[in-house]
């Protein structure tokens, strides 16, 4: 199974929103709405932010929202802010049941 | 408050075996509900799920490394384990534990070890 595909690189200005993407296929992502995402700051375990495509968990901010078209998935984050800054990773189930992430994007709070 | 705690040796030669192991505290890993998987991130590079595994011994690998790789649970230790056998520098990485809780989240992590440093040289 092939990565998901990501943007190497997003950038935003304070309080702007920026969106990543995270395309794969109809095996994963277009098949399923098990799509998660997870934030990760240098040094740092990945944080649960995104779950079913658009589910947040408890205590993650209502900045951070997931939506899902075909085969491709994105995060969207509103009202960017400094600490928002940090890599980001897409996570899908693949039929068959295993897991394959995408490649990371890198966000840039300009 | 579940924790996870990865350890095992931070250097191993190539072709050997590498074997990880991660502790759970603050809660049993004898749920019907809790998947336990392992993920690995090369320097530099992206995550990579390796397999995750049931404690009642069931488990799912990746198709790349399915036939390197034991994951097993040890429910009397609360501890789960990684064996990553004939390792090559390639398998150099930061490794993770994490939990899956199909109860509320579905194919999903929601819950990470710091993770614990493997480097393959000789």
């Known amino acids: 199974q092939s990565a998901l595909t990501q943007p190497a690189s997003v950038s935003g200005s304070p309080g702007q929103s920026i969106t990543i993407s995270c395309t794969g296929t109809s095996s994963d992502v277009g098949g399923y709405n098990y799509v998660s995402w997870y934030q990760q700051h240098p040094g740092k375990a990945p944080k649960f932010m995104i779950y079913d495509v658009n589910k947040r968990p408890s205590g993650v901010s209502t900045r951070f929202s997931g939506s899902k078209s075909g085969n491709t998935a994105s995060l969207t984050i509103s009202g960017l802010q400094a600490e928002d800054e940090a890599d980001y990773y897409c996570?899908?189930?693949?039929?068959?049941?295993?897991?394959?992430f995408g490649g990371g994007t890198k966000l840039t709070v300009l | 408050q579940l924790q996870l705690q990865e350890s095992g040796p931070g250097l191993v030669k190539p072709s050997e075996t590498l074997a990880l192991t991660c502790i759970v505290s603050g809660g049993s890993i004898s749920s019907y509900s809790f998947y336990w998987g392992w993920i690995r991130q090369p320097p530099g590079k992206g995550l990579e799920w390796i397999g995750s595994v049931h404690y009642s011994g069931s488990t799912y690998y990746t198709p790349s490394l399915k036939s390197r790789v034991t994951i097993s649970a040890d429910t009397s230790k609360n501890q789960l384990s990684l064996k990553l056998y004939s390792v090559t520098a390639a398998d150099t990485a930061l490794y993770f534990c994490a939990r899956e809780d199909s109860s509320y989240y579905d194919n999903a992590f929601d819950i990470w070890g710091q993770g614990t440093v493997v480097t393959v040289s000789s």
């Open positions: 996570c899908s189930y693949v039929h068959g049941g295993t897991l394959v």
